[in-house]
């Protein structure tokens, strides 16, 4: 139902609106403009027409994600192929959990965003990490999600995206997937600056833990809160510094155990 507060305001005023205010938030404008039926189709041309890179390119992905409709996942999945260079390093700080929220039925259509060879090693390994956050969150869907990450670091050419695979089985703590890690590692396919062997086989058997893929699905979800806005305002005044500061292969300062590229980059990188 329409708020009075926005009556007689078109979709695309209201998006317009949003993305002038920055960070600035307004979350009655945001569940407004997640309500209105052609919100998916506003900020799909949005993105593809109006967004630079900055926040306005970042809150559209958000707001998407919240809509949970085909329409919706497609205007993703342009953003991912097309608008990378507007997205920065959210491509894989968000773009994962986003992607992944709308659940196991959209497996197929990830996998086939993997295939797609013309893309960069960043915008396929979405798609993996998209594939094993479905895997993580839900149980039914766990052992496509093995089978298909379990094939990327048997069949891929491409060592970073054989190195995101293996991060992401450990993540799942796969067992099962050990003896094919260890002749990917063997035959030297992997990027090592990513993971290294020993992490892999003990982050696989449980016996690291770096975190699940449950956490990208959280930070999705959290996104249009105070409490992220005033904490990614801190992360703007800081991301120059920040950026020149840490390697991206190198673990995360905030102290997650993780690559930085895997954790804070994107944030530090989405303003700058």
Known sequence: MESEKFRGKSTEELVSELMERGMALDIDLVNEIAARKDAAGCLRYWLQ?????????????HLLGMI????????????????????SDWLTEAMPGLLAGFGPEYLPDLERVF??????????????????AIGWKHPEARGKAVSFLK???????????????????GDLHEASAVPVMEKAFEDKRVDEDVIRRSEAVRQAKGELDWGTPGETLKRCEGYFTKENFEYLQGVNDESEEKQQGVAKNALCPCGSGKRYKKCCMGKDSASA
């Open 49 to 61: 027409y109006r967004s630079e890179r900055g926040w306005a390119a970042i809150h559209a992905i």
């Open 68 to 87: 949970k409709t085909r329409e919706s996942f497609d205007a993703l999945c342009y953003a991912l192929v097309n608008r990378q260079e507007a997205l």
């Open 115 to 132: 295939a797609m060879e013309s893309l960069d090693e960043a915008a396929r390994g979405v798609a993996t990490d998209a594939i094993s």
């Open 151 to 169: 094939g990327v670091v048997e069949r891929e050419g491409n060592p970073y995206l054989v190195a995101d695979a293996i991060c992401e089985l």
